[in-house]
């Protein structure tokens, strides 16, 4: 099976987007998965932070990685459900 991306890039991108994956010992297709999660846990954890400091919360003393995680699972199995 060959390495694919389901969407249309520039060429340097996607050889850069290879030379990683290569890099890393994983697929593109992994390499592009891993790059999905970590910005949306990313993202994630930012709204957290930005709810909890305007409820005059600090986001540091709160279970923000149990939040994260559970909102995770439900993005994840929606996606993998479709």
């Given at each position: ?5 389901p969407f ?7 050889e850069?987007?290879?030379?990683e994956?290569?890099?890393?010992n994983?697929?593109v297709d992994?390499?592009i ?24 919360r600090?986001?540091?003393t709160n279970?923000?990685?149990y939040l994260?995680?559970?909102g995770?699972?439900?993005?994840f199995?929606?996606i993998?459900?479709?």
């Amino acid at each position: 099976m060959s390495d694919t991306i389901p969407f249309h890039i520039n060429v340097d991108l996607h050889e850069k987007v290879k030379a990683e994956a290569s890099r890393q010992n994983v697929s593109v297709d992994r390499l592009i998965i891993n790059a999905v999660e970590l910005y949306l846990e990313t993202e994630k954890e930012r709204v957290w932070r930005v709810g909890f400091e305007a409820m005059g919360r600090d986001p540091d003393t709160n279970n923000v990685d149990y939040l994260l995680s559970a909102g995770r699972e439900v993005v994840f199995h929606d996606i993998r459900s479709e």
